[in-house]
T-cell receptor
């Protein structure tokens, strides 16, 4: 069964600190992995997208890594800001169908305190 | 910022009423999706469309229906709303495979 598991479920950090969010998946055949940021009451917004051959990708203070062998990804946030408070969702796409089906994790709820 | 819009943003409606959630995108994307998301839970695909006059049911069974008469428009309809339909509904679109999905702001539906 294709699944995406994220940890931790929730995380509280102080402003300025770094943090790392984890994503493990069993989706096969793998196509790509995306990290989305979802603010409360809003739709998800893409942060990074990584294909099989990419090990790391950065977007400002966000750095995503991918280990396709162990089927693990992480999202590292550097020098956190209050505006980073949101749910971070790991989404994995398969290439076994023309839809490019998306499998969503439940997200990690990040809260940044001043 | 993605050009995909959902209306209304919030809707509180009585049981038994018929409702239509609107979703429009101006990017010319062929593929459009409807997801349902309960608080703290993952998104579940309830409907998708490959293009005009193409609609399919997703992974999560839903009593809602959709139509795709125009590329840019993908409305979702509930003929008779029930409290169990209370949830957030997110519309998305994409082009090509694989590619990024762009999401609307969502509609928070409450059925009382």
């Amino acid at each position: 069964k294709n699944q995406v598991e994220q940890s931790p479920q929730s995380l509280i950090i102080l402003e300025g600190k770094n943090c790392t969010l984890q994503c493990n998946y069993t989706v096969s055949p793998f196509s790509n992995l995306r990290w989305y940021k979802q603010d409360t009451g809003r739709g998800p917004v893409s942060l990074t997208i990584m294909t099989f051959s990419e090990n790391t990708k950065s977007n400002g203070r966000y750095t995503a890594t991918l280990d396709a062998d162990t089927k693990q990804s992480s999202l590292h946030i550097t020098a956190s800001q209050l505006s980073d408070s949101a749910s971070y969702i790991c989404v994995v796409s398969d290439r076994g169908s023309t839809l490019g089906r998306l499998y969503f994790g439940r997200g990690t709820q990040l809260t940044v305190w001043p | 910022e993605a050009d995909i819009y959902q209306t209304p943003r919030y809707l509180v409606i009585g049981t038994g009423k018929k409702i239509t959630l609107e979703c429009s995108q101006t990017m010319g994307h062929d593929k459009m999706y409807w997801y349902q998301q309960d608080p703290g839970m993952e998104l579940h695909l309830i409907h998708y469309s490959y293009g005009v006059n193409s609609t399919e049911k997703g992974d999560l069974s839903s009593e809602s229906t959709v139509s795709r008469i125009r590329t840019e428009h993908f409305p979702l309809t509930l003929e008779s709303a029930r409290p169990s339909h209370t949830s957030q509904y997110l519309c998305a679109s994409s082009a090509g495979v694989p590619t990024e999905a762009f999401f609307g702001q969502g509609t928070r539906l409450t059925v009382v």
